[in-house]
């Protein structure tokens, strides 16, 4: 029987013109993302409007779950799709196939262990989110219901990555749009008619995650191109390779997991600073940052992950121009959209708002004022990210480690906790924008210094990992 071929885009990643080829995976990769970040915000709006401040309150006390997951596949999603892209690179498909099955297989596993542990301790899980009894039994409903979505939700993450390598962007797009249609409906369903409320949120956005999980495998196993699922072997040297490759993959992908873990950090100390500065309402108007922060991670996300294949193909196959004509161009591109979400938030804040709660939620009134300043973060961020997204494609895991840690630890942390006492309320809406400001100026020095001692021929002061244990 003849396969399907599902539109698939014609891509050469190492002669297609950078610019038209960097459009024609980002367009698709950007329309999908924005759609994949409807999930959390549609969730808050109907929260929000369905069952109140507190709603939102007790979603964002277990956001961080849901990042750790999403943190996991975009991990080992990024991870795999480097070391696939390199071994395509080198007409090594077998290899490529051999990466993307193990990086499903041993992520699955791993998602399955956070699960089981959430059903077994879910209130000493959300007492460790600093979840207070006033919002505790939201908070339960909440998390019960979404837990059995993780697995799809991994499952997703990885696959819009490998999809993507694969040569068919507009079927990761079709996925993301597809799963976002689906939880808009079911939220809104579930949340008014049915009344369910936050249990009701939980339970749409666990079926559109199996929804988009399921499309991503159907992929795999009926229409893939070069890359498919690979029969590992029930060997110990089978599982011994595996064990060293998902190593390799998390090593390089470990920047993104942190980008992930930082915005649960972001979430767990503002919690704090909010409710000990504002009470329940400073969380639900901080919480209301948090559901528009995907949007920004996600316009961000999608120029990374847009410029990665370009530059890990064009990188393996030693075409360091290329690579170099990939970053301008992702830079760039983040320099537009950042200003451009930066603008859209400040000018339209109390639109925003009114979407998530009413007026006469006190809540309101504390988002509106501090919304416009969180939202000069968004250009300092899609920089950062893009920086962090151009050494985790070039395999300098550790340095887009370190500036993960930078802006989404070290900055941030000691920003949330001294900026309120200095300029008070509005310190606890900038300690975001100053950590990401403070990260693109350490990026942007030692990248200027890099460039400069490597045009006079010095050492390169960011040298690669050596090494590749993938390598065959």
């Known amino acids: ?36 970040s409807a999930l959390t915000v549609i969730d808050g709006i109907f929260v929000g409007r369905g069952v109140g401040a507190d709603g939102i309150a007790a979603v964002n006390i277990t956001a961080p779950i849901f990042m750790v997951a999403t943190g996991i596949g975009l991990m080992l999603g990024i991870g795999s799709s480097v070391v696939a892209s390199i071994r395509l690179s080198e007409n090594n498909a077998k290899a490529a196939r051999i990466i993307a099955t193990q990086a499903f297989v041993m992520g699955l596993l791993l998602i399955g262990l956070i699960c089981a542990g959430g059903f077994a301790f879910p209130r000493q899980l959300l007492h460790l989110l600093g979840c207070s009894p006033r919002l505790e039994a939201k908070a339960l409903d909440y998390l019960l219901w979404l837990l059995p979505g993780l697995p799809f939700l991994f499952v997703e993450c990885v696959g819009m990555m490998l999809i993507r390598l694969d040569g068919s962007p507009k079927y990761a797009m079709s996925v993301q749009i597809v799963a976002a249609v ?105 919480a209301i940052a948090c559901y528009l922060f995907p949007i920004v991670f996600s316009i961000s996300n999608a120029i990374a992950q847009s410029a990665q294949p370009i530059i890990s193909f064009n990188h393996g196959a030693r075409l360091p121009q290329r690579v170099g004509r990939a970053l ?23 639109t925003i708002v009114r979407l998530f709660l009413g007026p006469q939620e006190a809540a309101y009134g504390l988002a509106v004022e501090g919304l416009p300043l969180f939202a000069l973060c968004a250009v300092f961020f899609a920089i950062n990210i893009a920086f962090i997204g151009y050494y985790q494609s070039i395999e300098k895991a550790a340095v887009s480690t370190a500036y993960t840690l930078l802006r989404g630890v070290l900055f941030l942390v000691p920003s949330f906790l001294l900026l309120p006492g200095w300029i008070g309320v509005p310190g606890l809406w900038l300690a975001i924008p100053a950590a990401e400001f403070a990260t693109s100026i350490v990026i942007g020095v030692i990248y200027v210094l890099y460039k400069a001692r490597r045009r006079r021929g010095r050492t390169d002061i960011a040298a690669p990992v050596p090494g590749d244990p993938t390598a065959r």
């Open 182 to 286: 689906v939880n808009i409906a079911l939220d809104w369903y579930m949340v008014f008619p049915l009344g369910w409320g936050v249990m009701g949120a939980a339970l749409a956005t666990s079926i559109a995650c199996a929804v988009g999980g399921v499309m991503v495998l159907f992929y795999f196993l009926r229409f893939p191109n070069k890359l498919r699922f690979y029969r590992l072997k029930c060997t110990l040297t089978s599982l011994l390779l595996t064990l060293r490759n998902t190593a390799y993959m998390i090593r390089i992908g470990f920047a993104t997991f942190l980008t992930e873990l930082a915005m649960s950090v972001m979430m767990l100390t503002g919690n704090y600073m909010f409710i000990s500065l504002l009470d329940e309402e400073g969380v639900a108007a901080f």
């Open 328 to 350: 301008h161009i992702s830079l760039l591109t983040a320099v537009v959209c950042g200003i451009s979400v930066t603008g859209c938030l400040w000018l339209g804040a109390p």
């Open 1 to 36: 029987m003849k396969k399907l071929n599902l539109t698939r885009d014609r891509i050469d990643f190492a002669k297609d013109e950078i610019g038209p080829l960097f459009r024609a995976l980002f367009f698709p990769t950007l329309v999908g993302m924005i759609f994949n």
